[in-house]
T-cell receptor, first 114, second 114 residues
Framework: AQSVTQLDSQVPVFEEAPVELRCNYSSSVSVYLFWYVQYPNQGLQLLLKYLSGSTLVESINGFEAEFNKSQTSFHLRKPSVHISDTAEYFCAVIANSGTYKYIFGTGTRLKVLA | NAGVTQTPKFRVLKTGQSMTLLCAQDMNHEYMYWYRQDPGMGLRLIHYSVGEGTTAKGEVPDGYNVSRLKKQNFLLGLESAAPSQTSVYFC?????????????FGPGTRLTVL
């Protein structure tokens, strides 16, 4: 079985400052890893994903995440945030074979302050 | 291309009443999912379907039933609503090979059970 931990429920940060949202997972098998973003009153949207290959993955709007197998982490970073990045961010994992079930973290609410 | 749509967007029920939530997707996806989202708990899988005519239980199936009579529709039913079912419900769909293919989410249904 897999599990996902997002230790920070809320992260306030000033505009143009860097941010890191933490995600740790546990699994006895290889997994795929995802970050989803949820803007207020909307559904979730895929931000980026790690399937294999390069451990650093990037999104089109400046976010990046690095898969660290030894630390079982997949932290999300952005060097300079904008007000429009205010949203809730969910980390998710799925075993890379034999299941259709995603496991989601409890979410981190990013609040960008002017 | 509407993507994933959910009806209704909001609903208030009294304890013991029944209702059906409808999810529709126009992307010819094989897999469809129903989640509930509660504060501090992330998304939890209620039921899912791997194709027309199939359904399977997820993490929290009690009190819910589902049907997938047509490939594009996935219905979630509450036969006798309880206050514990107050939540935001999200439908999602994906092509085959979940994990490799991202999930697309609907906008959600906010349900209150009094």
């Amino acid at each position: 079985a897999q599990s996902v931990t997002q230790l920070d429920s809320q992260v306030p940060v000033f505009e143009e400052a860097p941010v890191e949202l933490r995600c740790n997972y546990s699994s006895s098998v290889s997994v795929y890893l995802f970050w989803y973003v949820q803007y207020p009153n909307q559904g979730l949207q895929l931000l980026l994903k790690y399937l294999s290959g390069s451990t650093l993955v990037e999104s089109i709007n400046g976010f990046e995440a690095e898969f660290n197998k030894s630390q079982t982490s997949f932290h999300l970073r952005k060097p300079s945030v904008h007000i429009s990045d205010t949203a809730e961010y969910f980390c998710a994992v799925i075993a890379n074979s034999g299941t259709y079930k995603y496991i989601f973290g409890t979410g981190t609410r990013l609040k960008v302050l002017a | 291309n509407a993507g994933v749509t959910q009806t209704p967007k909001f609903r208030v029920l009294k304890t013991g009443q029944s209702m059906t939530l409808l999810c529709a997707q126009d992307m010819n996806h094989e897999y469809m999912y129903w989640y509930r989202q509660d504060p501090g708990m992330g998304l939890r899988l209620i039921h899912y379907s791997v194709g027309e005519g199939t359904t399977a239980k997820g993490e929290v199936p009690d009190g819910y039933n589902v049907s997938r009579l047509k490939k594009q529709n996935f219905l979630l039913g509450l036969e006798s609503a309880a206050p514990s079912q107050t939540s935001v419900y999200f439908c999602a769909s994906s092509y085959e090979l979940p994990g490799i293919n991202e999930q697309f989410f609907g906008p959600g249904t906010r349900l209150t059970v009094l």
